[in-house]
């Protein structure tokens, strides 16, 4: 089949995870399969080094509903460090080495860790000691262990089938510098905080090597809302207005481009706050006026779509002042899009991307509605819809997690959470090949297998149309080939 699309990740965080990383802890079911991953990691990393598995969501994950303990990975790795953390602010673990290091740990912002007898690193006395130890990590980092840790997440995104990514960026520290020192890694950063100005360095230095080999759209997330400082309207938005004066969209080559603004240009604000929304209301306004592809993210909830109808509104209010229907702007996530503001969106040639991840913290709700999206409503409205499973803090980066979501309803506990929302298998792939091709401008080179398109392909180890849920859920690739080259090969075929 093609090689799968992700329209909504922070990818370039998965690449600049610290350590000899385990992205594949994020496929396990249970703790004894992550400690197995970590066992077959150790093999590979030098003495001294640590092996970290990051992000990826929460311990609902595992089937005892928790992270292994110090006992436990002790038991599997004894003799490297270790040190795992979930989802993008924690809980943390480690075992005895990892603690030893980290309770002796010095470095100019921060002193040693507090680590449980369990191997738990917590938040005691407002100091998140999860983040400390990710401070300690990251300044260890060289150039080019960042490198390594690039090539390590191309290598399993290939080996989950996704040959292109559109990453998001990061949500940057709110400030209104434009001065990227001032973002080195501070103790308190959570792994969602990096410099956003400089986390894509050792995946540029790679793609100058000819050494990348998964396709990369970079969108630019603004998180500058209202500053007091900056004074007036006209001077709020520093690093937007630079971004749009001094950057050009959809520019690059086929394996890296930018793109849009996304998945923010001004973090979201109703009206009841109205210097907040002032500035988002003229964040629109700038990006419509530089002609920038434009992005916003809202799902509204169960009981009410208010938050996505300012948004189709102000989309409206754009085009009457700008045009933007040429510009294809976006939402993300639209869990509960009505059909009319679909249908006003789709009239604005925009697209949606629909959310793939509330499978992991996704529960019955009392009342019985769906935790959403409503898929058949939004691809009854004939709008250009992909998917995504916005990893890799909030959710892994696997895709087939969010296809089995889509087509079930079911979440990581095997509940019905999203009744009378189900779709097809082929329409969830379709979403995920073709319909984010079009969303992230490419239609013409990727998501189909056709001539004249680029050679993006997956070969499956099961048949994906075929197969029970539960299988359909662990699909995983054995071939993937990115422009002709193989990228990626389990040796079965």
């Given amino acids: ?236 938005l520093p690093e937007l207005r630079e971004r749009l004066k001094n950057q050009f969209p959809f520019f690059g080559d086929d394996m890296l481009r930018t793109g849009g603004i996304g998945e923010w240009a001004a973090p979201f604000a109703a009206a009841t706050s109205p210097d907040n929304y002032a500035v988002w209301y003229e964040s629109q306004r700038l990006v419509a006026k530089a002609r920038w592809r434009n992005e916003n993210a809202q799902p509204g909830t169960p009981t009410s779509s208010a938050t996505i109808e300012q948004v189709v509104a102000t989309y409206e209010a754009m085009d009457a002042e700008f045009g933007i229907k040429d510009l294809r702007w976006g939402l993300q996530h639209a869990d509960f899009t009505t059909p009319n503001q679909l249908a006003r969106l789709k009239a604005l040639n925009c697209a949606v991307s629909m959310s793939g991840f509330r499978w992991l913290n996704g529960v019955p709700r009392a009342d019985g509605l769906p935790v959403g999206p409503l898929y058949p409503q939004i691809l009854a409205s004939g709008i250009h819809a992909g998917m995504h499973e916005d990893g890799v803090h909030i959710a892994p980066h696997n895709p087939w997690f969010a296809l089995h979501y889509a087509t079930t309803g079911l979440n990581v506990l095997g509940q019905q959470i999203n009744p009378g929302q189900q779709i097809s298998r082929q329409q969830a792939l379709y979403a995920y090949t073709r319909g984010n091709a079009w969303y992230l401008n490419r239609e013409n080179d990727l998501g189909s297998i056709e001539e004249g398109k680029f050679a993006d392909l997956v070969v499956l180890d099961r048949d994906y149309f075929s197969v029970s849920d539960a299988d359909m859920r662990n699909t995983r690739s054995v071939l993937t080939v990115v422009d002709g080259d193989i990228v990626y090969d389990a040796g079965v075929v």
């Fill in 1 to 236: 089949m093609p090689g799968l699309i992700e329209s909504h990740t922070h990818f370039v965080s998965l690449a600049n995870r610290p350590g000899y990383h385990v992205a594949q802890w994020e496929l396990a079911s249970n703790i004894a399969e992550v400690l197995a991953l970590l066992k077959a990691r150790r093999r590979d990393v030098p003495a001294g080094q640590f092996i970290t598995a990051m992000g990826a969501g929460t311990p609902r994950m595992f089937a005892e509903l928790r992270l292994p303990t110090l006992a436990e990975i002790d038991a599997a790795v004894p003799d490297r460090p270790v040190f795992l953390y979930q989802g993008g602010g924690g809980p943390a673990r480690v075992n005895t080495l990892g603690k030893q290091f980290f309770e002796s740990a010095t470095a100019p912002l921060a002193g040693p860790c507090v680590v449980g007898a369990d191997g738990s690193l917590a938040t005691i006395s407002g100091v998140n000691h999860a983040n400390r130890a990710l401070y300690h990590l990251r300044i260890r980092q060289t150039f080019d262990d960042k490198k390594r840790s690039a090539l390590d997440a191309m290598a399993y995104s290939a080996s989950i089938g996704l040959t292109t990514n559109l990453d998001q960026t990061l949500v940057a520290a709110a400030t209104g510098t434009l001065n990227p020192a001032s973002l080195d890694p501070q103790p308190t950063d959570a792994l969602f905080t990096l410099n956003h100005y400089r986390m894509y360095d050792a995946w540029l230095a790679l793609h100058r090597e000819d050494k990348a080999f998964i396709r990369l759209q970079i969108n630019f997330l603004h998180n500058q809302g209202f500053i007091a400082a900056l004074g007036d309207l006209d001077h709020q």
